[in-house]
């Protein structure tokens, strides 16, 4: 079981740059092979996958993205981080991260969720 | 890929039996999950590989299909069940549905 808890300001200004903190407890970051993700939901609409980083560090973003996103792992302290430049109303939305154990079965992404945090854009 | 599920919304009662459909716009051989989510929480993967029940999953959730068409069937529905579904294809990256909003008639 891995327990993780989103965190970061609930509020931001257009332009500016959206940074969120996952906490995992359950273990290293380093230990085992996950990727460790960052989804979200907008009011009303379906569930985005954003990015992950993996735990040897690599990173793959969803192409719409990628150009206004850093996912990034910091192991010391069992976190990574997600931020996301440049926002607008349309990235208002609830903020969620994810943990899935690799290798996996077909369809076995996303095995941990946090509660999510949501993110408002708005001046 | 592109995942189109229907309906998005869904009015049922008690007892009724449903079912969901997710169409990829290629083929995703078995990589798909259907997920569901309540108010105020994470997501919950019910169904992984198509139609491999996750472990504690009533038997009333199933799932079934290949390549680029798949269905969720709840069958006898309890008021735990009316709920927002997704699927997610993890063929090449990853792309939900845009969900299935199941409410009580």
């Known amino acids: 079981q891995v327990l993780s808890q989103e965190s970061g300001p609930g509020l931001v200004k257009p332009s500016e740059t959206l940074s969120l903190t996952c906490t995992v407890a359950?273990?290293?970051?380093?230990?085992?092979?996950?990727?460790y993700s960052w989804l979200r939901r907008p009011a009303g609409k379906g569930l985005e996958w954003l990015g992950h980083v993996q735990t040897v560090g690599s990173t793959t973003y969803n192409p719409s993205l990628d150009r206004r996103l850093t996912i990034s792992l910091d192991p010391s302290k069992t976190q990574f981080s997600l931020r996301l430049s440049s926002v607008t109303a349309a990235d208002t939305a609830v903020y969620y991260c994810?943990?899935?154990?690799?290798?996996?079965?077909?369809?076995?992404?996303?095995?941990?969720w946090g509660q999510g945090s949501k993110v408002t854009v708005s001046s | 890929i592109h995942m189109t599920q229907s309906p998005s919304f869904l009015s049922a009662s008690v007892g009724d039996k449903v079912t969901i459909v997710c169409r990829a716009s290629q083929d995703i051989s078995n990589n798909l999950a259907w997920f569901q989510q309540k108010p105020g929480e994470a997501p919950e993967r019910l169904i992984f590989s198509a139609s491999i029940s996750e472990g504690g999953v009533s038997s009333r959730f199933s799932g079934s299909g290949f390549g680029t068409e798949f269905t969720l069937t709840i069958t006898s529905l309890q008021p735990e069940d009316f709920a927002t579904y997704y699927c997610?294809?993890?063929?090449?990256?990853?792309?939900f549905g845009q969900g299935t909003r199941l409410e009580i008639k």
């Open positions: 359950g273990g290293s970051l380093r230990a085992g092979s996950y990727f």
């Open positions: 997610l294809q993890d063929y090449n990256y990853y792309t």
């Open positions: 994810a943990t899935t154990k690799v290798p996996h079965a077909p369809g076995h992404a996303f095995d941990f």
